[in-house]
């Protein structure tokens, strides 16, 4: 809350006195409130907005998709999920959230979860050469 003294002004009305016009055009509210006379040498209190309310996203690691999906949906996110090969979680559990866990976001933020598809696949690289016998070409000469 910011407080300016009402200019030594006699029941001026608020656009009359010296505050800039801007701060009330920022502001959340005020009292007194416009067109309100004021007294000489009062308080003018502006209340300006520290935002949206911002919303904690809840740890869903190592949850079920599903489950991981309900508990942030309830708590107003949407939710995207990703899969993400994972030598440590189980397949199907959630790896990790994007935003992590614990961050402070605005109400209807997308969260990332990262869904474990179990280990990576590997694939060999082996090299199998077979040979074939060059194509042949045959002609026909037909006489007189």
């Known amino acids: 809350m910011t407080a300016f003294p009402v200019p030594a002004k006699p029941r001026s009305r608020m656009p009359d006195t010296l505050i800039p016009l801007a701060l009330f055009s920022l502001a959340g509210s005020y009292t007194p409130g416009p067109n309100t006379m004021a007294d000489v040498n009062s308080t003018v209190e502006i209340f300006y907005s520290s935002g949206p309310p911002t919303v904690e996203v809840p740890d869903v690691t190592g949850q079920s998709a ?14 995207t999920a990703i899969d993400q090969s994972s030598s440590s979680v189980d397949v199907g559990k ?4 994007n935003p992590d866990a614990g961050t402070q976001v605005g109400p ?6 990262y869904v474990s598809t179990g280990p990576p696949t590997t694939t060999s690289s082996s090299t199998t050469t077979t040979s074939k016998p060059p194509p042949t070409s045959s002609t026909t000469t037909t006489g007189p």
């Open 94 to 97: 959630v790896i990790s959230t």
């Open 66 to 79: 599903a489950t991981a999906t309900a508990t942030l949906v309830a708590a107003g996110f949407k939710v």
């Open 108 to 113: 209807n933020t997308t969260v990332k979860i």
